[in-house]
């Protein structure tokens, strides 16, 4: 097969070996209301889905959903080739029971890299943040985990994701600090939560934390040693705030600027764009051929991404002239007031210099009446 360029490929496929999850955390960005049933991908489909491989820089095992309930994940895991392995990862909630095999395939995976949710080393709270878990199984994964990484050369690099709250927050230094030391952290992610609509109004107002303690924890992060990020969803920059203040779907897709692209599979082999603010779906099932078929859509799309970036920057031109235009006109009435200012205080100069002179002249008018007086 022809080997392509890092810009020839995908940047990055989502994808779900499963389309369910066994725990229900209280913050979960997926509406569990709205899901129905579980998908676990199938070894047909699966085999599909890898063609795709040559095709992407990035290849997620699993993003919104959990990967471990799969019932044959230690399969799953052993029909990745090995030429592709580099550009896998996946995120796990790790609460889930795993077999010796499936921690051994993990060990020797030599995946790009693999993010446990960790919220809190305190048995409470992490019980209260990922609903339905119990901490000493996830406790007992993670020993185990970290035990056959430590002793494996091609174990990928752990990352930890943790949501911060008000119940975690005062345990952060001291929770990336042992998961450096005791759990082979590569990096600590902190993320405040997706607000999302359907999510608890009366749990977002018991977890919330304030900017202020926010930057209380930056301060004290910084002096530490360790590597962690943020990540803050509620950032947006102008052209987001303006893209979402957009009405109706066509000027979505005219102004619809994707950060990177990527194609959004579920665990039944339904393929979407994440790139383009359409919603085609590519059944890979029914395709003899996905390598092909994703490639042509992947070189018509580069033209589309050259045109959302060039609506981006004639947005942000447009931008800066109106910035520039309200300078002016901030200037413009700076000048019209100070002249004003300046008329106002000379007609007050002459009006104090009439009175002098109106004064000065009824002096006059008296001493001369008063002469006159004295020279009759
Ligand atoms: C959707 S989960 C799926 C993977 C797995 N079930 C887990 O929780 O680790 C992927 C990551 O997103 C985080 N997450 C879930 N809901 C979120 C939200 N509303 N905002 C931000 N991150 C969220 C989770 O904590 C997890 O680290
Ligand atoms: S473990 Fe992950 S997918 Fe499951 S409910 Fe929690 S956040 Fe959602």
């Not at 921690?103 to 992490?126: G, R, T």
């Not at 942000?316 to 520039?324: S, V």
């Amino acid at each position: 097969m022809e080997t392509l360029d890092k810009s020839e490929k995908y940047d990055l496929s989502f994808f779900d070996i499963t389309g369910n999850c066994n725990l229900r955390c209280p913050f979960c960005i997926n509406d569990w209301s709205a899901i129905n049933g579980s998908t676990p991908v199938s070894e047909r489909t699966f085999e599909k889905i890898l063609t795709l491989l040559p095709l992407l820089n990035s290849f997620y095992l699993s993003c919104y959903f959990e990967p471990t309930i799969h019932p044959d994940f230690e399969s799953i895991l052993k029909m990745i080739p090995d030429e592709h392995r580099s550009k896998v990862l996946f995120t796990t909630n790790l609460s889930k029971p795993l077999s010796d095999g499936v921690i051994e395939q993990l060990s020797k995976s030599s995946f790009n890299y693999i993010n446990v949710s960790l919220d809190s080393l305190n048995p409470a709270v992490f019980e209260k943040m990922r609903r339905g878990a119990r901490f000493d199984v996830f406790y007992d994964n993670l020993r185990r985990l970290t035990d056959a990484f430590s002793g494996s050369p091609s174990a990928p690099p752990l990352r930890y994701i943790t949501i911060l709250n008000k119940h975690n927050i005062d345990e952060i230094p001291g929770l990336i600090e042992n998961c450096a030391n005791n759990y082979l952290s590569t990096m600590n992610e902190l993320r405040t939560f997706v607000a999302m609509p359907h999510i608890d109004k009366g749990w977002i107002a018991d977890n919330d934390i304030t900017h202020g303690r926010r930057d209380k924890l930056w301060s004290t992060l910084s002096e530490m040693p360790h590597k962690w990020m943020y990540v803050d969803y509620d950032n947006k920059t102008e052209y987001d705030r303006f893209f979402d203040s957009l009405d109706g779907l066509r000027k979505k897709q005219v102004y619809f600027v994707p950060p990177f692209i990527g194609l959004r599979i579920t665990s039944a082999g339904i393929v979407q764009l994440s790139h383009i603010c359409i919603e085609p779906k590519f059944d890979i099932n029914k395709m003899d051929d996905p390598y092909s078929v994703f490639k042509e859509i992947l070189s018509l799309h580069s033209l589309d991404m050259d045109r959302a970036r060039e609506i981006k920057s004639l947005h942000n031109e447009k931008q800066g002239i109106i910035k520039e235009k309200d300078t002016i006109i901030a200037d413009k009435d700076t000048a019209i007031a100070d002249r004003d200012t300046a008329i106002a205080d000379r007609d007050t100069a002459i009006c104090n210099l009439t009175n002098d002179k109106d004064t000065l002249t009824m002096e006059k008018h008296a001493l001369i009446s008063e002469k006159d007086n004295l020279t009759d």
